[in-house]
């Protein structure tokens, strides 16, 4: 089965609950194998809101990339997520980060995401799950790029029922 990181991020309501049940309802369609410590992070794009819950983890899934996003659509809806404007608060936000090794260009889905090398929650804890892995477009090791990025996570302590 293909294996894909998926991130994922809160910062309303009951955080840890939303991430939680978010991981729980993904383990219907798939394998969850590893997952990144959580992190406290500062919001992108849109600063006036509270700060995020983020985290990576690795997914091991039969299901296509556009089958996953629905998958994670569907999710992020049953956990409680709200339509609201774009990057600014919510309850549950899954992204595909990495699909294998694909490259996947369409007008509502981007593989590798198109933030993947510019946010710290993304690239810092996706390394720390699997640091060998490369980028499919660039070919380069992510590490390359996390050099020139500033890590401004702070770990988050917690437990996730898994």
Partial sequence: M???YIAFGS???DKIGSI???LELMKEHGIIKRVSQIYLSQPWGKGDQPE?????LE???GLDPIRLLEMLKRTEKSCGRKPRER???REIDLDILLYENHVVMLSFLHIPHLH???RDFFLFPLLEINPS???PIHHTPLTEFAHRLENRLKPFACLLPL
């Fill in 116 to 118: 993947l090398l510019e």
């Fill in 2 to 4: 293909p294996l894909c």
């Fill in 52 to 56: 995020f819950l983020n985290g990576v």
């Fill in 11 to 13: 910062n309303l309501g």
């Fill in 133 to 135: 892995l490369r980028h």
């Fill in 59 to 61: 997914y091991e899934t």
């Fill in 20 to 22: 939680a049940r978010a």
């Fill in 87 to 89: 990057w600014g608060p």
